[in-house]
């Protein structure tokens, strides 16, 4: 299996920062990368796809970046609705596999 | 608007058997691939089972091959899970998600609110 390892695993931040998430892959994925976001008792919302694409409806203040093994998420300029549990994802191979999440709190 | 509704999550004994539907709306289901994700409360989340848009491909996780069945009914654009043989570490929300294309390796696109199973005695 693909094991999918994000860092932090937490972070605390102000509304404002540029914060940046990474996620290691244990083998070449290529750019098979999405990010998720979820709220604490909501539905995950997807955001990244192919380790760069947007989603549709997402902001751009989200950017994604990386191939191979190294991926990065970035959040340009943390506004307060960005507050959330973040999720890298590998859809290269099967079993689909996430990572352990990243908890960005005030 | 893309629509995912599931259901039919409950208490169920050890040993006993549940079976989710996810209804879904706002595109064209049978273009998609569609994939069962589930979520411990307070964890992280877990890929469960996918299946193609003609259910040719299908796949599950090691932790419930066996004993958990996907399924779709494309006249009625819905997804199912059939479990069986539950355990209490399958208590969990469990989400139904929009695949990004066709293809069986394509991202999440879109994704339900979530049924709750627990499973205990």
């Known amino acids: 299996d693909i094991q999918m390892t994000q860092s932090p695993s937490s972070l605390s931040a102000s509304v404002g920062d540029r914060v940046t998430i990474t996620c290691r892959a244990s083998q070449d994925i290529y750019n098979y990368v999405a990010w998720i976001q979820q709220k604490p008792g909501k539905a995950p919302k997807s955001l990244i796809y192919?380790?760069?694409g947007l989603q549709d409806g997402v902001s751009s203040n989200f950017r994604g970046s990386g191939s191979g093994t190294d991926f990065t998420l970035t959040i340009s300029s943390l506004q307060p609705e960005d507050f959330a549990t973040y999720y890298c994802q590998q859809y290269r191979d099967y079993p689909l596999t996430f990572g352990g999440g990243t908890k960005v709190e005030i | 608007e893309v629509q995912l509704v599931e259901s039919g999550g409950g208490l169920v004994q050890p040993g006993g058997s549940l079976r989710l539907s996810c209804a879904t709306s706002?595109?064209?289901?049978?273009?998609?691939?569609m994939h069962w994700v589930r979520q411990v409360p307070g964890k992280g989340l877990e890929w469960v089972a996918g299946?193609?848009?003609?259910?040719?491909?299908?796949d599950y996780s090691e932790s419930v091959k066996g004993r958990f069945a996907i399924s779709r009914d494309n006249a009625k654009n819905s997804l199912y899970l059939q479990m069986n043989s539950l355990r209490p570490e399958d208590a969990a929300v469990y989400f139904c998600?929009?695949?990004?294309?066709?293809?069986?390796?394509?991202?999440?696109?879109?994704w339900g609110q979530g049924t709750l199973v627990t499973v205990s005695s």
């Open positions: 706002g595109f064209s289901f049978g273009d998609y691939a």
């Open positions: 299946i193609g848009w003609n259910s040719v491909s299908i």
């Open positions: 192919a380790a760069s």
């Open positions: 998600s929009k695949g990004g294309s066709y293809s069986f390796y394509a991202p999440f696109e879109y």
